[in-house]
Each structure stands twice: as structure tokens, then as C-alpha cells.
């Protein structure tokens, strides 16, 4: 359990500082990620669209890690951004497009279509292996199965200490038993 959280703790440290950067940097040279997005072999419309939300939209993902309530939130959100990356990046690597530049940011702009695809299915992998820590701390921690724990634990700690209880005993001289 020590182990899975040690990784749980390196995937977070991890997928804030891919998310935080990077969406500070596209807010940072904001015209010139927006020049890119418009170049993208998509509409403009979309390219705008995309340029004003996805900084924000990363940045808050990166920031939903911090909270221990939003990090489910945070996987989740990773994960698909990841995947449509991913899928996007594929694309690219296939040349379905002649050619687009990338609205990637910081190193990612210095790597090549194959490098940036692996790279991204790693961040997913990441991310989603975070999900599902994520899922698995939860399960373990949620009310109902506090509750179970709790139910089980004090069954046990009841029947120990009631046992020789005067409470015991009148149950079991009861009237009603006595006829029976």
C-alpha cells in the first residue's frame, strides 16, 4: 500500500508540472499560440475556440490536482484531454494533414511528430493510472465502506466486552426465554 502511494504521489507531482506550464506558457505568448491554433487544418472558428480554452482549461486541471475532493475531477480531465491529444497527434504522425504547426509550448514545440505522439500516450498512461489509483483510494476510503469497517469492527469489540455484561445475562434469563 506504501508503494502504490509513493507512485499516487509522483503521478500528481508529475501531471501538475506537465499541466501548470504548459497552459502558463500558451497564456504567457498567448498571440503566438493563438496564430497557431488558427493554423491548425481545422476552422478557424474552432482555432479560436481552442485557443481561448484550452490555457484555462489546463490550468485548471493542473490545479484540481492540489485539492484531495477535485483530484478524481483532475484524473478524469487529464485523461480525455490526454487521449484527444493523443488522437490528434496520430493524425498527425499518419499525414493526414500536409503539414500544421504545433500550440504546444515549452519543449514540446522542439520535438518531432513521433516523439510528441509517445510522449503524449505516456502522459496518458500517467494520467490514467492516476484515475484509477484515484478510484481504488476512494473505493477503499468511502463512507459505505468506513461504515462496514466500522459495523464489523465494533460487532466484534461489542461481542468481547458484552459478553460478561449484566445486559448479557438478563437476555439470556429473559421471562420469555425462561418459558420457552
Not at 478557424?44 to 475556440?49: A, E, I, R, S
Not at 490514467?128 to 466484534?156: A, M, Q, V, Y
Request: charged share 15%.
Amino acid at each position: 500500500m506504501k508503494a502504490k502511494k509513493i507512485i499516487y504521489q509522483i503521478i500528481l507531482i508529475t501531471l501538475m508540472a506537465l499541466w501548470i506550464p504548459i497552459s502558463l506558457d500558451k497564456l504567457i505568448n498567448f498571440e503566438l499560440f493563438r496564430s497557431a491554433m488558427i493554423q491548425q487544418p481545422f476552422s478557424d472558428q474552432l482555432g479560436m475556440y481552442l485557443a481561448y480554452t484550452l490555457p484555462p482549461l489546463e490550468l485548471a486541471v493542473g490545479l484540481l490536482f492540489i485539492m484531495p475532493k477535485t483530484r478524481i475531477w483532475a484524473f478524469s480531465l487529464s485523461s480525455l484531454m490526454m487521449l484527444a491529444f493523443v488522437a490528434y497527434v496520430g493524425l498527425a504522425v499518419m499525414k493526414v494533414w500536409e503539414k500544421f504547426p504545433c500550440g504546444c509550448g515549452l519543449v514540446f514545440q522542439q520535438l518531432g511528430w513521433t516523439a510528441h505522439l509517445w510522449l503524449n500516450m505516456a502522459f496518458l498512461v500517467v494520467s490514467l493510472l492516476g484515475l484509477w489509483l484515484e478510484l481504488s483510494f476512494l473505493k477503499h476510503h468511502s463512507p459505505i465502506n468506513r461504515i462496514i469497517e466500522n459495523n464489523t469492527s465494533d460487532d466484534i469489540t461489542s461481542l468481547q466486552v458484552n459478553s460478561g455484561s449484566p445486559t448479557a445475562t438478563k437476555l439470556k434469563t429473559s421471562p420469555r426465554l425462561q418459558k420457552e
